[in-house]
């Protein structure tokens, strides 16, 4: 199986709210840095949101701060959930699961950074 799978995705109406899970399994992923990035038609990953080991700390992007929330659950398998409110059909696009190793000197905003990615999921917000 797969280190990072992601569920959840699916078409849903402007207004509305999707939340996704992604599994970490394989490996500990209990010290890694976890991260929900998202590629809409045509551009590059950006990040969505990130989480630290710990869950204390979190980083958003600009365009989905006051509305997407991220948490995650650290056990035998580390589970990873972006909860995405007041969908917008500028949040269309394919989410990824990424998970980075504390390493010094990474930036959770840089995909390059992070060490494991899971296949995606497509979010299609349309009315």
């Known amino acids: 199986q797969a280190p990072l799978v992601e569920d959840g995705g699916g078409l849903v109406q402007p207004g509305t709210s999707l939340r996704l899970s992604c599994v970490a399994s394989g490996r500990t992923f209990s010290d890694y840095i976890m991260g929900w990035f998202r590629q809409p038609p045509g551009t590059e990953r950006e990040l969505a949101a990130a989480i630290s080991w710990s869950g204390i700390s979190t980083n958003y992007g600009d365009s989905v701060k006051g509305r997407f929330t991220i948490s995650r659950e650290n056990g035998e398998n580390t589970m990873v959930y972006l909860d995405m409110n007041d969908l917008r059909p500028v949040d269309t696009g394919v989410y990824y699961c990424?998970?980075?190793?504390?390493?010094?000197?990474?930036?959770?905003?840089?995909?390059?950074?992070?060490?494991?990615w899971g296949q995606g999921t497509q979010v299609t917000v349309s009315s």
């Open positions: 990424a998970a980075m190793a504390p390493t010094d000197g990474r930036n959770v905003y840089y995909a390059s950074d992070y060490d494991y």
